[in-house]
C-alpha cells in the first residue's frame, strides 16, 4: 500500500506539478489576490474566518450596546447604588428587562452557567416607527448544541412559529411569562429580538458586508481605541434627530446640526458603586469651521469658571475661547458691535447656563452667561459706550453690585457659532474677571447673592469631581444638576409622555452631578462621563429660590392657586395695608389691589362663566369680589351683613354659587351675579359658623357642611333643607375641622383636647385629650404614621401628641415629641414621592418654622426664619418641593432638597 502512494506520487502527481508549476503558481496567487481584494472591498468574507457580531449590526442603527460579559456586568450595575436611577430612563428599563428575562430563563438549564454567561453581546436599537424603539440582540460564540430548537426543548417552551429567511430558519418561542422572542442561529452567532422583522433584517445585513458596522471607520476607530468597561455605548449621530423626534415629537435644530458635524459617539463605561464612568472618543463627520477651530484651540489650564456657576444650577456648558480672536477675524462676516465692544477684551473661557426657576414654556428668562475678562475696567468702559450708542435700558444698585441692562440683542451669538442667541435685552454686572450676563434682573439678583454668600460650585463638595474636569484641559464641559433639570427634559419631551416622565425622575433625579468633558486630541474629542449618585431625601436642606418685595408685612400666609387647566401656579398674598398681590410661580408680582378691608380667608380659583377660563374670588366682611387673571374687577357683591369667615364657592351645574356665614347668624347663597338664591334668602337653620362651609358629593347626595365654635356640626341640602339631624361635638371651643373624603366623615379638635369623628351617616366617636386640663390646644390631622389612614395631631405649647392606627387597626400612642419652643400653630405638610407626610409648624415667640417626621426629626435647614405659617408645592412642575412663607417685607420661596 506504501509502496502504491510512493509510486503514484512520483510518477503521476510530481511530475504534473513539475511541468506546470509556473501556470499554477500563477494561478494561486491570481486566486489568492482575487480573494484578498474580494474580502478588502466587501464583497464575501474571508474562508473559514471567525464571524464578529458587528456583522449582523447595520449601520443604521441608531445606538448599539456592547457587553463582553453579561453576567458580570449585570451583577456589577445590580451592586451600584444609581441602578434604579439609570431604570428610570424606559428605553434602558426595556432593554435590562429583555436580557434579564433570557438570563432567568437560561439560569434554569442544567448547566453550572447559562450560555449568556461570559459572552459577548451586541444590541442594536433600531427606531420601530415613530412611536418606540426596538432591540435586536446579538450573542456571539452561542453553543452550536443549543439550537433554538434544542434550547426550547431544554426551557421547556413552545415554538409558536417557525419560518424561513434567506436559507436561515427563524423561530418563534414563547417564555412562561407569555413573552414572545423570535430567534435564529446563523454561524456562531445567536440572533434573537420580540420583532421578527429586526431579526430579518440582521440577516439581510449579514448577506450585505458593506453595510454593516464592519466597514464603517469611525465606528472601528471607536472599536480599536477601547478600553476595559463593563459596557460599551455608541450612538449614531447620523440617527439623532430621528431618536430626537422620538422623544419630542418634534424637529430640533440644534440636533439636525450635531448630525450633520459628527458621525460616531462611544462610551466605554464602568459601573462603580456610587459613580458612573465613561470615556469614549467623538468623531467630526464633515469639516466645520467652528469645530475645527475648538479642535486647534490652545489647551486651557486651571480653568476658573466654577468660582463663577451656582450651585442651583440646572445646566452649565463652559467652552475653551482661547484662540477665538484669531478663529473670528478669519471669518467673511464680522459683527460690529461684537468687534468693537466684546472681542477686545474677551477673555479664555465662557459658560452658558440655565438657573432656575423657569417656566415650562419659556426658558429663555433663566439663561445666563459667564464670560472671562483680560481686562475688566476696558469692558466697562467699552459697555459703557455701547450703552450710549444702542441704549441704557435700566440701571440699579443691588446689595453693592452695580446691575445694567442693555438694549442689544444677540451681542454674544458669535461666541456660540453665530446662530445661536440666548441672551435678549441681557441685564450684566462685573464681578472680579467675570462679565456675568442674564435675561431676568431677577435672576442676575439671585447669582449676586449666591455669590456673595459663596454658593458657586466651587464650593460645594458634591461638585468637587466635575470642577477637576473643569479644570483639566477641557474644550468644552457639559454639567447637568439632575434634580433642577426637570423642566429642561420636559421642554423638549413629547407631552404625551409628561405624566410618565414625572413618575420616573422622581428616581433618576438622584443621579447627580452628571458631566461631559470633551478634549480636543489629534482631530477628534476625547470623552469622558461622569455620573454620581446622591441620597436625595427630605433632609436634604432648604435653598432660597427667589424672594419678592411688599409694602408692608403680611396678614395671613400666602396661598397657593393652582390653575386646574393649565396646572400652573399663583401665589396670592395680602399685607397689612390691606393691599391684594398675585404672584406668577417666578415670583414675578403680575398685580396689586388695594381693598381696604382684610379677606377672611385665602382667595380662590372659580370658573365664573363655565368655559373652563378662571377667575380669582376672595370676601372681605362686606364684599364678594370676582377678578380676572390680569386683575380686572369682574364683579363684586355687596354682603347687607357683616361676614364671619371665607366665602363658599361652588357649581353643581347650574352655575356658580356662593355662600357664606353672616354674622346675624343666618347663612346667605347668591348666585354669580349676587341675586339671592332660593333656600339661603336668608337660611337661620344653622346659626353662626366659626368655620366656613364645605361642600361634598357623594354618590347621589350632595352635603353642604357647616361647624360653629361651640360643636354643632350641621349637614344641608343645597335647597336649604337638613340632610340629617345636627350632632353636637364635645369641647368648649373648637380649634379646627377636617374633611376625610377617603374615610367618608368629619373629625374635629377642641382647644381641650377632645376630639370628635362623625361619618356622613351621623354615626360619631370621641378620642379624649391625652392629659387633664389642657388648654389652647391645636388639631392636626393627616397620616404621618401607622396604616394609611389619616393620624390625630394635638398641640399644646412645645408638646406635640400624635395617635394613629397600626396595622391591626388599633389607636396607639406615639412618643410625646416636645419642641425647642412654643408653636402657635401646626399644619401637614405633603412632599414629593413620600408616602407619609410630614408635620409644618410655626412659632411665634421665635419667628421661626419648623417641619418635623413622625419619629420628630427636625428636617435639615429648618428651623427657618418666617412671620407665620407656609405651604409646599411642586411651584414648577419639575418635581421638586418649593417651600413659600413670608418674613417681613419679604415673600420667600425655597427650594425642599
Known amino acids: 500500500m506504501q509502496a502504491g502512494l510512493v509510486r503514484l506520487w512520483w510518477v503521476n502527481i510530481y511530475p504534473f506539478f513539475y511541468w506546470f508549476r509556473l ?10 489576490l482575487c480573494i484578498f481584494t474580494g474580502v478588502q472591498l466587501g464583497w464575501f468574507r474571508a474562508p473559514f474566518s471567525s ?18 460579559d453579561w453576567e458580570n456586568s449585570q451583577n456589577r450595575l445590580q451592586a451600584a447604588q444609581y441602578a434604579d436611577a439609570l431604570k428610570a430612563i424606559g428605553a434602558s428599563e426595556h432593554w435590562v428587562d429583555e436580557l434579564a428575562l433570557w438570563q432567568k430563563e437560561l439560569a434554569r438549564l442544567k448547566r453550572d452557567k447559562h450560555p449568556f454567561a461570559k459572552k459577548q453581546i451586541f444590541t442594536a436599537v433600531q427606531l420601530n416607527g415613530a412611536q418606540s424603539l426596538s432591540y435586536l440582540h446579538i450573542a456571539a460564540q452561542f453553543p452550536k448544541e443549543l439550537r433554538p430548537t434544542q434550547l426550547a426543548a431544554q426551557l421547556k417552551v413552545p415554538i409558536t412559529d417557525k419560518h424561513s429567511y434567506r436559507g436561515s430558519q427563524i423561530y418563534q418561542l414563547e417564555l412562561p411569562d ?30 450585505s458586508i458593506r453595510s454593516s458596522l464592519s466597514w464603517e471607520q469611525d465606528f472601528l476607530a471607536l472599536q480599536d481605541n477601547r478600553s476595559d468597561s463593563d459596557l460599551s455605548f455608541y450612538i449614531n449621530f447620523q440617527n439623532l434627530p430621528l431618536l430626537a423626534n422620538l422623544l419630542s415629537g418634534q424637529s430640533l435644530p440644534f440636533v439636525e446640526g450635531l448630525a450633520n458635524d459628527f458621525s460616531w459617539q462611544g462610551f466605554d463605561c464602568r459601573f462603580q458603586e456610587q459613580h458612573l464612568v465613561g470615556s469614549g472618543q467623538l468623531y467630526l463627520a464633515q469639516k466645520d469651521d467652528y469645530w475645527s477651530y475648538l479642535l486647534n484651540a490652545p489647551s486651557n489650564e486651571n480653568s476658573q469658571i466654577a468660582a463663577y456657576l451656582p450651585e442651583q444650577l440646572a445646566f452649565a456648558l463652559t467652552v475653551n475661547i482661547s484662540a477665538f480672536g484669531d478663529y473670528y477675524r478669519q471669518q467673511k462676516e464680522l459683527d460690529p458691535d461684537f468687534s468693537r465692544y466684546i472681542l477686545p477684551y474677551l477673555g479664555r473661557e465662557l459658560a452658558f447656563f440655565m438657573q432656575e426657576p423657569a417656566q415650562e414654556e419659556d426658558l429663555q428668562p433663566a439663561y445666563a452667561v459667564a464670560l472671562a475678562l483680560q481686562n475688566p475696567l476696558e469692558a466697562k468702559e467699552k459697555l459703557k459706550k455701547l450703552e450710549g450708542e444702542k441704549g441704557l435700558l435700566d440701571s440699579m444698585q443691588y446689595q453693592g453690585a452695580e446691575i445694567r441692562r442693555l438694549a442689544k440683542n444677540g451681542l454674544l451669538s458669535p461666541l456660540f457659532g453665530g446662530e445661536f442667541a ?18 431676568s434682573r431677577r435672576q442676575l439678583e439671585r447669582w449676586w447673592e449666591q455669590y456673595q454668600n459663596k454658593k458657586m460650585l466651587v464650593h460645594n463638595p458634591v461638585f468637587k469631581g466635575q470642577v477637576e474636569q473643569m479644570k483639566n484641559r477641557s474644550t468644552l464641559y457639559f454639567l447637568i444638576n439632575t434634580p433642577n433639570a426637570a423642566l429642561l427634559f420636559k421642554k423638549f419631551l413629547r407631552k404625551d409622555w409628561r405624566d410618565a416622565f414625572d413618575q420616573r425622575f422622581l428616581a433618576f433625579r438622584s443621579l447627580y452631578p452628571m458631566g461631559l468633558q470633551l478634549t480636543a486630541h489629534k482631530g477628534h474629542f476625547l470623552s469622558t462621563f461622569s455620573a454620581a449618585t446622591q441620597a436625595l431625601q427630605e433632609q436634604a436642606g432648604a435653598e432660597l429660590l427667589w424672594r419678592a418685595a411688599l409694602d408692608s408685612s403680611l396678614l395671613m400666609p400666602p396661598s397657593l392657586l393652582q390653575n386646574p387647566k393649565t396646572g400652573s401656579y399663583f401665589i396670592a398674598a395680602q399685607d397689612k395695608a390691606k393691599r391684594l398681590y398675585l404672584f406668577n410661580n417666578a415670583g414675578e408680582l403680575l398685580w396689586k389691589k388695594a381693598l381696604g378691608e382684610q379677606l377672611l380667608g385665602p382667595p380662590q380659583l372659580v370658573d365664573y362663566y363655565s368655559n373652563g377660563n378662571y377667575q380669582l374670588a376672595a370676601n372681605t366682611k362686606s364684599k364678594i369680589y370676582i377678578w380676572e387673571e390680569d386683575g380686572e374687577l369682574l364683579k363684586d357683591i355687596p354682603l347687607v351683613i357683616r361676614a364671619l369667615n371665607a366665602v363658599m364657592s361652588v357649581d353643581y351645574g347650574r352655575g356658580l354659587r356662593f355662600f357664606v356665614s353672616a354674622a346675624d347668624k343666618n347663612i346667605y347663597g347668591f348666585d354669580k351675579f349676587g341675586k339671592p338664591l332660593e333656600g339661603w334668602n336668608p337660611n337661620s ?5 366659626r368655620f366656613p362651609l364645605r361642600y361634598l358629593e357623594k354618590g347621589e347626595k350632595d352635603y353642604i357642611l357647616g361647624m360653629s365654635g361651640s360643636g354643632q356640626l350641621y349637614f344641608m341640602k343645597r335647597n336649604g333643607d337638613r340632610r340629617m339631624p345636627t350632632k353636637s361635638f364635645k369641647g368648649y371651643y373648637l380649634d379646627n375641622f377636617y374633611l376625610d373624603l377617603e374615610q ?11 376630639i370628635e369623628v362623625c361619618n356622613l351617616q351621623g354615626k360619631k366617636f370621641g378620642i379624649p385629650p391625652p392629659e387633664k386640663n389642657m388648654k389652647g390646644v391645636q388639631f392636626a390631622y393627616a397620616d404621618l404614621l401607622g396604616d394609611l389612614r389619616p393620624d390625630f395631631m394635638r398641640l399644646m405649647g412645645q408638646k406635640l401628641y400624635i395617635h394613629y392606627y397600626d396595622t391591626a387597626q388599633s389607636l396607639q400612642a406615639a412618643p410625646v415629641y416636645e419642641y425647642e419652643a412654643p408653636q402657635t400653630d401646626i399644619f401637614p405638610i405633603r412632599l ?8 409644618g409648624s410655626y412659632s411665634a415667640t421665635k419667628g421661626q418654622i419648623y417641619l418635623i417626621d413622625a419619629a420628630g426629626k427636625l428636617q435639615k435647614g429648618f428651623p427657618l426664619a418666617a412671620d407665620g405659617p407656609f405651604v409646599v408645592a411642586d411651584l414648577f412642575d419639575d418635581n421638586n418641593n418649593v417651600l413659600l412663607c413670608s418674613q417681613g417685607k419679604e415673600l420667600k420661596a425655597y427650594k425642599l432638597r
Do not use: H, W
Not at 464578529?52 to 442603527?61: E, I, R
Open 832 to 839: 414629593l414621592a413620600q408616602e407619609k407626610a410630614l408635620l
Open 422 to 439: 440666548p441672551l435678549q435685552t441681557p441685564y450684566y454686572l462685573i464681578a472680579d474677571n467675570y462679565l456675568i450676563l442674564a435675561n
Open 178 to 207: 407569555g413573552e414572545r422572542f423570535s430567534l435564529c442561529q446563523y454561524r456562531s452567532l445567536l440572533l434573537f429580538s420580540r420583532e421578527s422583522a429586526l431579526v430579518e433584517a440582521a440577516l439581510e445585513q449579514l448577506g
Open 685 to 689: 337653620k344653622m346659626g353662626a359658623l
Open 51 to 68: 464571524l464578529s457580531p458587528l456583522a449582523a449590526v447595520p449601520s443604521s442603527s441608531s445606538v448599539v450596546i456592547e457587553i463582553r
Open 23 to 32: 501556470p499554477l503558481a500563477a494561478s494561486s496567487l491570481f486566486l489568492a
Open 744 to 754: 367618608e366623615r368629619i373629625v374635629a379638635g377642641a382647644t381641650n383636647g377632645q
